[in-house]
């Protein structure tokens, strides 16, 4: 859910992979990002919504990630997919730390991009350059931008 700069970045790649994707975003115009030709599903609405991921094939689908600009929209519709879809794995992004740890707390696995960040400019600063672009080059390999 989100086809920002991440949900549509991973989208792409995931696609990109062989992987059947579904995108859910209340945009129209977020679906742009994907480019032409994208092979996935597009679901517009809001992804807090059951009907909406009832509508996205939740069901039936074996992970969901929810990365909106919204911590409440984001955590709201990983519960929603973890707790009445039974997805098995399911993501959420929450920019609060607070927030974040809380709800890892609570079985959600969730990542803070922020807690992210501070890790690896703290490493610029104890480390230097070098180390800090071997932690920020761990983070995004896996995600097709090795060199990030």
Same mark, same amino acid.
């Given at each position: 859910?989100?086809? &920002? ?11 990109? $992979? ?6 859910? $975003?209340?945009?129209?115009? =977020? ?7 994208? +092979? ?8 807090? $919504? ?6 996205? &094939? ?16 984001? %955590? ?10 039974? %997805? ?7 920019? $609060? ?9 609570? &079985? ?8 992210? &960040? =501070? =890790? ?8 230097? +350059? ?19």
């Amino acid at each position: 859910m989100g086809c &920002g700069r991440v949900g549509s970045a991973l989208a792409k790649n995931l696609a990109g $992979d062989g992987h059947q994707v579904t995108v859910v $975003d209340s945009s129209r115009a =977020a679906f742009d990002r994907l480019g032409p030709g994208f +092979p996935g599903r597009l679901v517009l609405g809001n992804g807090t $919504d059951q009907h909406v991921l009832e509508e996205s &094939g939740a069901a039936e689908t074996d992970w969901f990630i929810s990365v909106t600009n919204g911590d409440n929209r984001n %955590i709201m519709s990983a519960q929603v997919a973890q707790e009445i879809f039974q %997805i098995p794995r399911v993501m959420t992004r929450i920019y $609060d730390p607070i927030r974040e740890q809380v709800y890892r707390e609570m &079985g959600l696995y969730t990542y803070c991009p922020t807690l992210v &960040g =501070a =890790a690896i400019a703290k490493t610029y600063f104890e480390a230097g +350059p070098e180390a800090a672009d071997r932690a920020r080059q761990a983070v995004t390999a896996s995600a097709g931008h090795a060199d990030a």
